[in-house]
């Protein structure tokens, strides 16, 4: 089963998310995320091709932008770049909601400090947030 991202133009609130959510059902597609805010829909198809999606949606009134296969082992929700403090408090809160959540760092875990930190010596700060994101990732 093929997975698909679509953006789509014309959908304005939570009703035309249900519209495309039922277009996309009635062609036999599965596992359907419609989002207004992001202009897009993901879904799978298990024996239509995408053109029948495209062209379901336009019969409806919506105007399908872009379409195409989506890997599935590299979706996020909410990527950050960075892992200081504001970056995991972030991370933590997205994933209260249940955002996928990835934090990329090129250097120190923790971000860099050039000043020892107030909560106590630095490798017990570092260990705790490398602690963090360890759980955070295992999440997903």
């Known amino acids: 089963m093929k997975r698909y991202m679509m953006l789509i133009e014309g959908m304005t609130c939570p009703s035309c998310e249900k519209h495309i959510a039922s277009i996309l059902k009635q ?3 599965k596992s359907i995320d419609v ?3 992001r202009r897009e829909a993901v879904f799978e198809l298990p024996h239509a091709n995408v053109e029948t999606a ?3 949606i336009t019969m409806a009134g919506y105007e399908p932008i872009e379409a195409g296969e989506v890997d599935a082992t590299r979706e996020y929700d909410y990527i950050i770049i960075g892992s200081g403090a ?5 991370a933590i809160e997205a994933s209260k909601y249940g955002a996928k959540v990835v934090m990329i760092e090129r250097g120190t875990i923790g971000g860099a400090q050039d000043e020892p930190l107030p909560c106590g010596s630095g490798s017990s700060f570092f260990s705790y947030l490398t602690l963090v994101l360890t759980n955070l990732l295992s999440l997903y």
């Open 54 to 56: 495209k062209q379901a």
């Open 27 to 29: 062609i036999g597609a």
């Open 35 to 37: 989002s207004f805010r």
């Open 86 to 90: 504001a970056a995991f408090a972030s």
